[in-house]
């Protein structure tokens, strides 16, 4: 399956971004999608995912309340809605696709990725 990242820009604190993820590749369902970010200085790091079928999400606490993953599966696509943003979430952020239903969390479960898009949160 190939990625492609969408929907990064440049916001204020407190504001919202939508970012968007397509998938190419046959069976998007069957795999398990995850949003992951890599900030200035720091390693990537898991921000939330999402099994196939859609049923279970899972988010880092830093996120939860704020960030809500979410796939159509008919668009072949995975979204990632952030609100309230703040400044420590700038970061390139990244999606990933893997098969096993395992250890959602860590970036090396994850087989696929795409190139990143850049979330600035600057006043």
């Known amino acids: 399956v190939q990625l492609q990242a969408s929907g990064g820009g440049v916001v204020q604190p407190g504001e919202s971004l939508k970012l968007s993820c397509a998938a190419s590749g046959r069976a998007f369902s069957t795999y398990h999608m995850a949003w992951f970010r890599q900030g200035p200085g720091k390693e990537r790091e898991f921000v939330a995912a999402?099994?196939?079928?859609?049923?279970?999400?899972f988010y880092t606490d830093f996120v939860k309340g704020r960030f809500t993953i979410s796939r159509d599966n008919a668009k072949n696509m995975v979204y990632l809605q952030m609100n309230s943003l703040k400044p420590e979430d700038t970061a390139v952020y990244y999606c990933?696709?893997?098969?096993?239903?395992?250890?959602?969390?860590?970036?090396?479960?994850?087989?696929?990725w795409g190139p990143g898009t850049l979330v600035t949160v600057s006043s």
């Open positions: 990933a696709a893997k098969f096993y239903s395992d250890n959602y969390s860590s970036p090396t479960r994850y087989a696929y």
């Open positions: 999402v099994t196939g079928g859609g049923i279970s999400s």
